[in-house]
């Protein structure tokens, strides 16, 4: 039989809460994976992904977007004003309002380097140890909608699996 430690990814690529999201998807896009642990003091702390980090970017209503509040909290910030609010009071905006407009975008131009991967991460792991055989750790991947699971043992991260090691050893009839 099959076990997880046949087919899982030894050499994980981890991440820290404190990394910014840039440097997140910059890791992910560099090694060509979709996720990663969130790694602190030796300590799995949660796991960051591909889909994180786009619900974190998205404008669609419901999603879990940049306008939710860094502490993730779960409120939203105060509802934007109308469009038309600021055209009357900038009507013949001064140096002051448009060096304040500008300093504002600036510091809102790149959400991605001031938010980090302990903020959006997901924090209920889904792991099971290296001697579970792959259909048990399939099941699993599919009854909690995870595209990855830990390996742990003794605490410890030994690998990951993920639906593409499940779907490789399918097709390499291994299972």
């Known amino acids: 039989m099959l076990r997880l430690r046949d087919i899982m990814t030894r050499d994980v ?28 003091d030796g300590r799995v702390v949660g796991v960051i992904s591909a889909t994180d980090l786009m619900r974190f970017e ?18 939203e910030a105060a509802p ?3 469009p038309g609010y600021f055209v009357e009071l900038w009507a013949e905006p001064g140096m002051e309002v448009v060096e304040r407009f500008l300093e504002a975008r600036s510091m809102e131009a790149d959400p991605l ?29 599919l009854r ?9 043992e003794d605490g410890r991260l030994e690998g ?14 291994r299972l």
């Open 13 to 40: 690529v981890v991440v820290t809460p404190d990394a910014t999201l840039r440097e997140v998807a910059e890791v992910l896009a560099e090694r060509r994976v979709s996720g990663a642990p969130v790694v602190e």
């Open 80 to 82: 934007e004003p109308p």
């Open 113 to 141: 380097d001031r938010h980090t991967a302990g903020e959006i991460m997901t924090r209920d792991l889904v792991s099971l140890p290296p001697d579970t055989d792959v259909h048990t750790a399939a099941e699993r991947m």
């Open 58 to 75: 998205s404008p669609l209503p419901g999603a879990v977007s940049r306008r939710m509040r860094a502490d993730r909290g779960g409120a």
């Open 160 to 173: 990951v699996v993920s639906t593409t090691d499940v779907l490789r050893a399918v097709a390499e009839r």
């Open 144 to 152: 909690e909608g995870v595209h990855r699971l830990l390996v742990i």
